[in-house]
């Protein structure tokens, strides 16, 4: 049966991205699609992007970040990025400029996104800016906030989402996989020591493995949490 395995961000963690491929012991027949952010942070971004060409991505906030500082050489950025910009190549740019913000998957009533959305908007009629940073909103206004950011009254968009579709989504930092009736969110912090994750549908599986170390240090992500949803916290 074909099969299709969504995963969560990479930031760079090449070796775990091949370690959890073997683990879903994907196939030629497999439909294998990326969240987003494949870059910066992590040992090896290149190769991350290299692996996402051979199948499928949506565009990240950091590809998009990327792609602004590609047409403007001479802007200083910090060191963790200009990293990035020293191992890509104009082909890997030329790819994120390919990258689609939606992939839907009808044959699920789902679709795969980068960060979030707007209840009650279609989701060709969503800003691209929320589908690439939304998180922690106050319906109905359009504002959204990074948790350690957000006011009281403000929280993650899945609280609002109901559909039409399921929505699979990275971006927000989870303690560990996120899934409710219409939200799957599996960016589980592999670039920070934590865990990369799959969903693998049409069974809906969740499916992780562990960082091989922590790649990247941020005293947010090991201290400050902010609930999301029942147990699941997000690591601003």
């Not at 090449?14 to 994907?26: I, M």
């Not at 679709?111 to 800016?129: M, N, T």
């Amino acid at each position: 049966m074909k099969r299709t395995i969504v995963i969560g961000d990479l930031h760079g963690t090449y070796d775990e991205a091949r370690d959890l491929l073997n683990k879903c012991h994907v196939t030629s027949e497999d439909r294998v699609i990326f969240c987003g952010d494949l870059v910066d942070r992590g040992p090896k971004r290149r190769e991350c992007v290299e692996l996402a060409m051979k199948h499928e991505s949506i565009l990240g906030n950091h590809e998009e970040k990327h792609l602004f500082y590609c047409d403007k050489s001479h802007v200083e950025v910090k060191e963790d990025h200009a990293e990035t910009r020293r191992v890509l190549q104009q082909k890997h740019y030329d790819y994120f400029r390919t990258l689609p913000l939606i992939i839907r998957l009808p044959e699920y009533n789902a679709a795969v996104i980068h960060a979030g959305v707007l209840p009650g908007i279609p989701l060709e009629k969503q800003d691209p800016s929320k589908l690439l940073h939304c998180q922690n909103i106050k319906p109905p206004g359009i504002k959204s906030f990074w948790p350690s950011k957000a006011p009281p009254d403000f929280k993650h968009w899945v609280h609002y989402w109901q559909g039409p579709e399921r929505l699979i989504f990275g971006h927000t930092v989870l303690s560990k996989p996120l899934v409710t009736e219409w939200a799957v969110g599996i960016d589980t912090g592999c670039v920070f020591g934590h865990t990369l994750t799959a969903v693998i549908l049409p069974d809906w599986e969740i499916v992780s493995v562990p960082a091989r170390k922590e790649h990247f240090y941020s005293r947010h992500r090991s201290i400050a949490k902010y609930p999301v949803i029942d147990d699941v916290f997000c690591y601003s």
